[in-house]
Each structure stands twice: as C-alpha cells, then as structure tokens.
Nanobody, 115 residues
Framework: QVQLAESGGGSVQAGGSLRLSCAASEFTYCVGWFRQAPGKGREGVAHICAGGGVTSYAGSVKGRFTISQGSAKNTVYLQMNSLKPEDTAMYYC???????????WGQGTQVTVSS
C-alpha cells in the first residue's frame, strides 16, 4: 500500500545537474532508482538501505550520482552531477524491505540531457 512519487526531472545541458526526489507515503527500509531509455531495458542506477548506511551504484554513474536519505526519513534523493546525454531516460524509484527486491513503484520522472 506504500505510494511513491518522483519529482525533480527536467531538461538540462550536458555537464549540468539535477536532483530527483522520491517521496514515500510511509517508511521503507530500502529504496532504489532505475532508468529506462528508448530501446533499452530497465537499468538499476543506485540503491540505499538501513537509513543511509548502505549504498550502491551502477558503474556508469559512480562518481557523478549520489543517493541519500533526507531529514524526512520517507524521502530519498538522487543528486545527479556532470550529466551526459546518455543519462537521458525515464527515472523510477522502487521501495521495499530488501535491496533490489522492491514491492512498490512510482510513475517516473523524465530526465533529458542535451548535447
């Protein structure tokens, strides 16, 4: 019954930054960000568990993206820096009790990076 809502997407130039938010209706132990671009499958981007004590990232975003938990424990952020055109995708968040095993999903927010 947990509901998730993503926000913060938009259009930026290469090298720019965006911060995505995932707000949950109630606390969940783990949250992950995923993305899907045209012609490609869903790709896991970053995950956070245990109140921010455990994080993981896809190799393609390491050093550029940071996942974090907000002061409000039911909100998770994805700070995206040094954006590249290949980051263009629909971004989704999922949540659940275990890492990469999510029961609840948001509707997505579009990120477009121009060259």
């Amino acid at each position: 019954q947990v509901q998730l809502a993503e926000s913060g997407g938009g259009s930026v130039q290469a090298g720019g930054s965006l911060r995505l938010s995932c707000a949950a209706s109630e606390f969940t132990y783990c949250v992950g960000w995923f993305r899907q671009a045209p012609g490609k499958g869903r790709e896991g981007v970053a995950h956070i568990c245990a109140g921010g004590g455990v994080t993981s990232y896809a190799g393609s975003v390491k050093g550029r993206f940071t996942i974090s938990q907000g002061s409000a424990k039911n909100t998770v952020y994805l700070q995206m820096n040094s954006l590249k055109p290949e980051d263009t995708a629909m971004y989704y968040c999922g949540a659940g009790r275990f890492l990469n095993d999510y029961n609840y999903w948001g509707q997505g927010t579009q990120v477009t990076v121009s060259s």
